[in-house]
């Protein structure tokens, strides 16, 4: 079974940056390999919303408000990926998550179309 580990959150100043790591285990290269990946968030009492996903290909999306300053990045040798965060803002502050999407292709902003949840790491940025 897949499993993901996020880490890398904190607090910091607005106009600061985070850079969030997410470590998967369970899966082989070629698994991970094969797999789009996405990173959500969740305010408190909402649903977790997308941020920004990689295809198997390096293909990357993001949800608009993020664009210019978040960038996801992988490395299939090291089963990881990561969201580099610069020139936060207050209204970033959320449990950031990522996942493992269900379609090989990647693309979709629907939380039900990925799985293998990690726990979150929590990012605060003060004003």
């Known amino acids: 079974q897949v499993q993901l580990v996020e880490s890398g959150g904190g607090l910091v100043q607005a106009g600061g940056s985070l850079r969030l790591s997410c470590a998967t285990s369970?899966?082989?290269?070629?698994?991970?390999?094969?797999?789009?990946m996405g990173w959500f968030r969740q305010f408190p009492g909402k649903e977790r919303e997308f941020v920004g996903g990689?295809?198997?290909?390096?293909?990357?999306y993001y949800v608009d408000s993020v664009k210019g300053r978040f960038t996801i990045s992988r490395d299939n040798a090291k089963n990881m990926v990561w969201l580099q965060m610069n020139s936060l803002k207050p209204e970033d502050t959320a449990v950031y998550f990522c996942?493992?999407?269900?379609?090989?292709?990647?693309?979709?902003?629907?939380?039900?179309?990925?799985?293998?949840w990690g726990q979150g790491t929590q990012v605060t940025v003060s004003s």
């Open positions: 996942a493992v999407s269900k379609r090989p292709l990647g693309g979709s902003r629907w939380f039900g179309d990925y799985e293998d």
């Open positions: 369970g899966a082989s290269e070629h698994t991970f390999m094969s797999s789009a």
């Open positions: 990689i295809s198997r290909s390096g293909v990357l």
